[in-house]
């Protein structure tokens, strides 16, 4: 069985990949082959050693990435790969509803004989452009995909029809690798003092791409209240992106240049989840949400925006707020016991968001 792993946007470090390696890290490679493409680029070596070790190749094509940009370029190189190889499988990963029919299209044309579309994400306005692209691209996603997966239902339904959503969606949960994210106590320790945290200050975290969607700017105005009434309180954004800059200069223009710590992207985003006493979530949208999960496996207590779909709240415990006011926010992270952290990473086996079942599931997708 050869599957191709066809992604809209750079392989990088965004959560899409997260969940397309963490099944590759852990799916049954009996009788599989499984390579990688992306019109763009690459950057996360660690991902590439994992596909040459799994027996893969990946395909980076080189194009610019423009996000919001035409991605009808896209379909000629998509085209030179698959005339050069025969798949059995393509299974196409974006958040672009553009990028998903065509590159569904194409691979169908190209006698590929299962598609699988796979929507990892939502939005939060459906204006004009949304809905050109939904008008545009209907038909496309209505006859070439033979299997249709989402992260969440209400991803689905920002990519896909009514009648598709309703009749053929298979939500496919984000898992993670539950061992990677447990609680430790020395790796915590080790990760503060790098960082030059004691244990009186409270470390409030944040992982995601440092872009307009992340929220990033309410996030620094909820440390900016904290500050005004203790100034034991911190912060650590995990990521990177097109807003650094403009992220950078509002702290600054904030007077939290000392207080808020931008590690970038890292391949050990569970190291400081260990090291982080609070995980707040304020993004505008989510097709799921993969990293709050990931915090609740470390024992972290989560507040999360009320945008993003409750499939997130394992452990009954996420805290949703609206992101009209910061100050609720902060009330919240001042009642927070965190005295007794303990570790959540069996009740996101027992719930089975961890990759093994996750790995399964597509598995099954693959030989069905």
């Known amino acids: 069985m050869r599957v191709i792993e066809i992604f809209g946007e750079p392989l990088s470090h965004g959560g899409q990949e997260a969940f397309i390696f963490s099944v ?7 009788d599989l082959q499984i390579d990688f493409f ?11 050693a994992m596909i040459a070790e799994k027996g893969g190749k990946l395909c980076a094509s080189g194009l610019d990435f423009v996000p919001g940009g035409n991605r009808k370029n896209i379909i000629a190189p998509l085209q030179k ?10 299974h196409i990963h974006s958040g ?8 569904a299209e194409t691979a169908k044309k190209a006698g590929v ?31 070439y995909p033979d299997i249709y997966c989402a992260c969440s ?32 106590p020395t790796v915590r320790a080790k990760i503060r003092a790098q960082l030059g945290i004691n244990e009186d200050t409270v470390l409030i975290g944040q992982v995601g791409r440092l872009s307009r969607s992340k929220n990033h700017e309410f996030s620094i105005e909820i440390l900016k209240k904290l500050r005004l009434q203790s100034d034991r309180y911190k912060m650590i954004f995990v990521g990177d992106g097109e807003m650094r800059e403009q992220i950078e200069s509002f702290i600054s223009s904030n007077g939290l240049t000392d207080h808020i ?13 260990n090291a982080m006493d609070v995980f707040i979530f304020p993004s505008l949208h989510e097709g ?21 779909p409750r499939d997130i709240n394992i452990s009954g415990k996420v805290k949703f707020e609206s992101l009209g006011y910061a100050g609720a926010w902060t009330e919240d992270i001042k009642k927070i016991d965190l005295k007794n952290r303990e570790d959540g990473a069996d009740m996101i086996v027992g719930q089975k968001f961890d990759s093994v079942s996750v790995a399964e599931s597509v598995r099954e997708l693959y030989f069905k």
């Open 81 to 90: 790969v698959l005339r050069e190889n025969k798949y059995d499988v393509a």
């Open 24 to 30: 590759l890290e852990k799916i049954n490679m009996q």
């Open 113 to 143: 004989p299962k598609v699988i579309v796979h929507s990892h994400a939502d939005g939060l306005v459906k204006n004009f452009k949304y809905r050109v692209s939904r008008a545009l691209n209907g038909y496309r996603l209505d006859h």
């Open 38 to 48: 992306t019109p763009y680029y690459s950057d996360n070596p660690m991902y590439e």
């Open 261 to 273: 710590i931008l590690v970038g992207n890292v391949n050990n985003v569970q190291d400081y989840m």
């Open 96 to 103: 672009s509803i553009s990028v998903l029919a065509y590159a």
């Open 153 to 184: 239902k209400k991803a689905g339904e920002w990519k896909f029809s009514r009648k598709v959503v309703e009749n053929e969606l298979i939500v496919l949960k984000n898992g993670i690798d539950v061992d990677r994210f447990r609680f430790d």
């Open 288 to 308: 799921f949400g993969i990293v709050a999960v990931e915090a609740q496996a470390t024992g972290l207590p989560v507040i999360a925006s009320d945008t993003i």
